[in-house]
């Protein structure tokens, strides 16, 4: 009996011991906000810490930001556009650039200024801008976008192309660089082709057919195509033709004033060796 006494006496201590221990667990418990920086690395958004240090971690580009990391490349789709040199003296390509900010993890990380520069070109600088915010602008610069809660952004640039000649193809090369505002920041590169290709304007004459009747010329016009021209009869026993000083209209002289019959071909051909033709009939 004396034995159980001891023993009850040890018990008492030892559960109000294990009592305090759970004490702590009825309050109420604070879970942290993945999307909110707190000063440290919390929550599983893997959001920067205020220091703006960085470990390892990636920007991918990609037409779907969202995409896992390693599904991506870094091309954008290129651009291309065929325009009528008459009428448009130049061309803006509209580029938008997606992207998404991970770190080591794979985890998104929220809350990030990524800053987006022309890295290399082929071709114009002055044509390539990135200023598309508007007020008021909560960003560091234009050429910055903040990374959203689930971190990606997307980047608002515009190439500008100057129209090439007739049938000819301006190409530029772009690679952009982005860049996180870390100590030691994240470093990624995309690239563009954008072409521009003008239109060849086609060769015409006219009238396309005509009869000298009782005359003995005829006047043609050619136009369109990419001048000098150069005409030409594939018949000068019965008809001439030649090219007057304005580089436009043509005669067609009649030669053989018999009745013959059948037709003659006067031929005009551009610098792009484009060609039209014309008939004349006695």
């Not at 090219?243 to 067609?252: C, E, F, K, M, S």
């Amino acid at each position: 009996m004396r034995y159980m006494k001891m023993i009850a006496v040890l018990l008492v201590p030892l559960v109000l011991l294990l009592a305090g221990c759970g004490g702590g667990s009825s309050g109420t418990t604070t879970a942290s906000n993945p999307f909110t920086n707190t000063g440290s690395n919390t929550g599983s958004s893997g959001t920067n810490s205020s220091s703006g240090t960085s470990s390892a971690g990636a920007i991918m580009f990609t037409d779907a930001a969202s995409a896992a990391p390693g599904s991506q490349i870094n091309l954008l789709t290129p651009g291309d556009k065929t325009v009528d040199p008459t009428i448009a003296p130049a061309w803006i390509f509209e580029q938008l650039i997606p992207f998404k900010l991970t770190d080591a993890n794979g985890n998104a990380r929220v809350g990030v200024p990524v800053t987006l520069s022309v890295y290399s070109i082929d071709g114009d600088l002055p044509g390539v801008k990135i200023d598309f915010l508007v007020t008021p602008i909560t960003e560091p610069n234009q050429q910055t976008v903040t990374t959203d809660s689930a971190g990606q952004g997307i980047f608002n640039a515009a190439i500008t192309l100057t129209t090439p000649p007739p049938g000819g193809s301006n190409v530029e090369s772009i690679v952009f660089k982005a860049v996180t505002n870390d100590t030691v920041p994240v470093v990624a590169y995309v690239g563009n082709m954008y072409t521009l290709t003008s239109t060849l304007p086609t060769l015409t004459i006219t009238p396309s057919a005509a009869s000298f009747g009782t005359a003995t010329d005829i006047t043609f016009t050619v136009s369109g195509g990419v001048p000098p021209y150069n005409v030409t009869s594939n018949n000068n026993g019965r008809v001439t033709a030649t090219l007057q000083a304005d580089g436009h209209t043509v005669i067609a002289h009649l030669v053989d004033t018999t009745a013959w019959t059948g037709s003659v071909t006067i031929s005009a051909t551009d610098s792009l060796s484009q060609s039209a033709t014309a008939t004349v009939t006695r």
